[in-house]
């Protein structure tokens, strides 16, 4: 066994979270306990929370930005030395920038496997519909603070008013590509997530020996869709 990074692009859509709340449940005895990401809660409504720990916000510490939006090629020297610290373990985390990725690919070598997230157009409507309902949960449950915009959509609209809304919204901003078609060292199509074999075999392709609670974890949200 050796040391081993799991790098996956990754998009403004909370589904697409499944892939790396699966993998870092499942391999989370492999983690040091210093240098661990991010973590993803599944809540009872099919989302996932993303929770940064230790190393997250170590990297984080000096900005505003999220985590996976670090920008990786400013910063390889840095995670070399925790990798040089993690002998025969591993790290899981992902960034929506490609490019970063592939700094991180370029520097390290086969110690990194990067992993593309792609979708077709045709499954459009329904990530945006997601990400819209997310981002009505997130205010209802003051995850996201409203702003005064906000405050008035959640006083004077139903429930299926808000994620309407929001999901014109999103479209109209552009929150996230139509589609997304990336090539790197091994590629999921979102639409594969949602049956448990292929899911499950895509995981299996990038060495991953699947645990009964990663199995659970994935059929509770299966369950939820």
């Known amino acids: 066994m050796s040391t081993k990074i799991y790098l996956l692009k990754t998009h403004r859509i909370n589904v697409t979270n499944l892939i790396l709340g699966t993998l870092t449940l ?13 973590t993803y809660t599944l809540t009872d409504k099919k989302f996932f929370i993303q929770v940064e720990d230790n190393m997250a916000k170590h990297f984080t510490s000096d900005t505003q930005n999220d985590f996976r939006n670090i920008n990786w090629s400013t910063r390889l020297l840095e995670l070399e030395e925790i990798v040089n610290k993690i002998d025969d373990q591993i790290l899981i985390f992902g960034n929506h920038n490609v490019e970063n990725l592939l700094a991180i690919k370029n520097h390290f070598g086969d110690v990194a496997l990067t992993i593309s997230t792609n979708y077709d157009e045709n499954l459009y409507p329904y990530l945006l519909n997601n990400s819209a309902e997310f981002h009505v949960w997130a205010l209802q449950t003051g995850y996201i603070t409203p702003n005064e915009h906000d405050q008035k959509n959640l006083k004077l609209l139903t429930n299926l008013e808000l994620v309407n809304h929001y999901t014109t919204a999103f479209d109209s901003m552009n929150l996230f590509p139509r589609y997304s078609q990336e090539t790197l060292d091994y590629d ?38």
């Open 188 to 225: 999921i199509n979102i639409s594969d997530c949602f049956d448990e074999n292929t899911f499950f075999t895509h995981l299996s392709n990038i060495g991953i020996v699947l645990t009964d609670p990663a199995k659970e974890y994935y059929r509770t949200w299966q369950s939820f869709i």
């Open 26 to 38: 499942n391999e989370s005895s492999r983690f040091n306990s210093n240098f661990r990401p991010c």
